[in-house]
C-alpha cells in the first residue's frame, strides 16, 4: 500500500509563502488521485485541494486562488504551493488519497501563520 511522508511546514508571517512536499512510495502512485488535508486545533480535518491522476484539480473556498495543487509522479510527490497566508491557514496538513482518504494518515507537517 501507498505510503506518505508530508514536510515543508514552517512558521510564517502572514501574507508569506510556503511549499509543502508528500512523498509517497508505492508504484501505483501515479494512478491515484490525491489531496491535501488540513486540521487545525479544535476543528475536524478538512480537505483543501485534490488533483487527479490526470491533473485536474479542485480547491476548498477558503484556499481558492491561493494555494496551488501539482504532482511529479516520477518523484512519486505531490506539492502544496501556499501563497498570500493568513493566520486562519494555521494547521497540521496531511496529504492522502483524494476524495476519499484511505490511506494510513502520515505524521503531517505544521504550518503557523502568524506576526
Known amino acids: 500500500q501507498v505510503q506518505v511522508v508530508e514536510s515543508g511546514g514552517d512558521l510564517v508571517q502572514p501574507g508569506g509563502s510556503l511549499r509543502l512536499s508528500c512523498a509517497a512510495s508505492g508504484s501505483r502512485f501515479s494512478r491515484y488521485a490525491m489531496g491535501w488535508y488540513r486540521q487545525a486545533p479544535g476543528k475536524q480535518r478538512e480537505l483543501v485541494a485534490g488533483?487527479?491522476?490526470?491533473?485536474?484539480?479542485n480547491y476548498s473556498s477558503s484556499v481558492k486562488g491561493r494555494f496551488t495543487i501539482s504532482r511529479d509522479n516520477a518523484k512519486y510527490t505531490v506539492y502544496l504551493q501556499m501563497n498570500s497566508l493568513k493566520p486562519e491557514d494555521t494547521a497540521v496538513y496531511y496529504c492522502n488519497m483524494y476524495p476519499t482518504a484511505t490511506l494510513k494518515w502520515g505524521q503531517g507537517t505544521q504550518v503557523s501563520v502568524s506576526s
Open positions: 488533483i487527479t491522476s490526470g491533473g485536474s484539480t
